[in-house]
């Protein structure tokens, strides 16, 4: 090769400035040159050889990404925080690709109308009944030793009950809300660790790495009470709001609960998460739905798309008829909750309609729906000042308040190594009570018991476990407190999820 060709090869390494810097990072200038003549130059040559040429072959035009790429792998199924999932963040700069790999999305039309999908309300809830406040005694439950699963982690975590009802306290409910409420999520956690106990399953909780001195008084005031219906611990389901009523529990797990009646959650419409707004693009609803069920939605048939079925009691859907060019197939409520994503669908009782390539879905409480909602309980201990045993007998049917005996089993494995491989796995849930106050506490996350088995002979052996300290059945009026024992509720904000496909807007 004469000296002025490869002179030429070099200048041309060189205005390619990308690629020069990168060997130059390696080997500098001078060996630079001589690389990428090695390493540029002779197969030119070679090419040219082969083909008996002069011609110099055209290169490959390549191009730098304008911007970084950026790529998200999910590090874990457990939950990191609301409604989020931990993500690992990562970015490849440097990516050179060629035109010809780089695939244009097809634009989908869709047509600009504006429509509601309408379905009348299911059933009305009964009023929930407001019993006189009892006071019942404690009990030490420290030398009590039981295992339960973290939903923020996965991770197994044994303690004494007392220490872990005062973390799982802390991890489901945040210091901002009201003694009684925090009252009523203390009993309701130990009912629920001694129905599993009983039963043979194993509690998914959240569990804080700690607690304060004030979540431990509230334990203490209560500790050792639990609900119970026919002399057993109940499977004390919670929620972190309900839209509008509460629902039974065979609308979400297939099987009746006689204490988990629905029942009108009175405050519910100044709930934070009442009327909370998700758009989410019709594109993105079509590739959802088509990828989940493999119904293909005609874009020009957007207004036949969904037709609402069914529903239990107020706005909570049982079933959706999604209709495609040629089938029509119908799915729960649920199931569409799990397509759309339950970060976004925060139940199963909400509203449809659509406007110009947009759906808006509004969606009304957070969470299954089944048993005491947390932010109800939030309010009715502030507008109506119940105490927390009014509150658990509001919001499940025909139970008692009182304080357990002794649960030998769990005091005999104290500090023992136990294997829960065995055990029913109760289910993660998805919602998490809000705090009702301005600051902005851990998040924590709601759990729910799997509710799928029949009643077992073991939730009979424990009938005599319970002693009742409150039989009381003449229902009272429920007060209202001075404007000064009233707490105020935030007013909601507006809350974006980052992301160009859905926006939720909070009402």
């Not at 939950?79 to 634009?107: C, F, M, N, R």
């Not at 009201?178 to 039963?199: F, G, H, K, L, P």
């Not at 065979?250 to 707004?277: C, Q, T």
């Not at 998700?278 to 798309?305: C, F, H, M």
Request: glycine fraction near 8%; include cysteine; hydrophobic fraction near 35%.
């Amino acid at each position: 090769m004469e000296f002025s060709e490869r002179f030429r090869c070099i200048k041309s390494i060189k205005e390619n400035r990308k690629t020069f810097r990168r060997v130059c990072s390696h080997f500098g200038i001078g060996a630079a040159a001589l690389v990428m003549t090695v390493t540029g130059v002779i197969p030119m040559v070679n090419a040219k050889a082969d083909k008996g040429s002069e011609e110099e072959p055209k290169p490959v035009q390549m191009y730098a990404e304008t911007q970084p790429q950026t790529k998200y792998a999910v590090e874990s199924w457990w939950k990191a925080g609301i409604g989020d999932y931990e993500l690992v963040e990562y970015t490849h700069k440097d990516i050179e690709v060629t035109k010809e790999s780089v695939k244009q999305p097809q634009e989908v039309k869709f047509p600009d109308v504006s429509f509601e999908v309408k379905a009348a309300d299911g059933a009305k809830a009964a009023q929930g009944v407001v019993y006189p406040h009892a006071e019942c005694g404690t009990r030490d439950i420290s030398k009590e030793y039981y295992t339960v699963r973290s939903v923020d982690t996965g991770a197994l975590i044994s303690d004494n009950a007392h220490d872990l009802v005062c973390r799982v306290l802390a991890g489901e409910m945040y210091g901002s809300f009201s003694d009684e409420a925090m009252r009523a999520q203390t009993v309701a956690i130990y009912s629920y660790i001694r129905y599993c106990d009983a039963n043979g399953m194993l509690p998914v909780v959240a569990v804080a790495n700690g607690y304060s001195d004030r979540v431990e008084s509230i334990v203490k005031s209560v500790e050792g009470q639990v609900c119970s219906y026919g002399g057993a611990p109940i499977n004390a389901l919670f929620c972190a709001s309900t839209g509008g009523n509460s629902i039974g529990s065979e609308y979400v797990w297939s099987r009746s609960l006689p204490y988990m009646k629905p029942v009108v959650g009175k405050y519910d419409s100044i709930d934070p998460n009442f009327g909370v707004k998700t758009y989410i693009s019709a594109a993105r609803v079509k590739s959802l739905i088509e990828s989940s069920t493999g119904i293909k939605l005609d874009p020009a048939n957007v207004q036949n798309w969904f037709e609402i079925t069914g529903r239990s009691y107020g706005k909570y859907v049982t079933s959706v008829k999604i209709t495609s060019a040629d089938t029509a197939s119908t799915i729960s409520g649920a199931a569409l909750r799990n397509i759309i994503g339950a970060n976004s669908l925060l139940s199963t009782a909400f509203d449809i309609s659509y406007n110009n390539g947009t759906f808006c879905f509004t969606t009304y409480g957070y969470g299954h729906g089944v048993g005491m909602s947390q932010w109800g309980a939030q309010l009715l201990s502030t507008k109506d000042g119940l105490k927390y045993d009014q509150i658990l007998r509001y919001y499940y049917s025909g139970v008692t308040v009182g304080v357990s005996t002794a649960n030998k089993a769990a005091e005999e494995r104290y500090g023992k190594l136990v294997d829960v491989s065995g055990l029913q796995e109760a289910s993660p849930s998805d919602s998490t009570a809000k705090a009702p106050e301005s600051d902005t506490p851990e998040d924590s996350e709601e759990n729910d018991a799997e509710a799928s088995e029949t009643t077992t002979a073991a939730e009979t052996a424990v009938s005599d476990d319970i002693t009742s300290l409150a039989e009381e059945t003449t229902p009272a009026e429920s007060t209202s407190p001075t404007e000064s024992e009233t707490a105020e509720v935030t007013t909601p904000v507006q809350t974006t999820i980052p992301t160009e496909e859905v926006t939720i807007v909070s009402e």
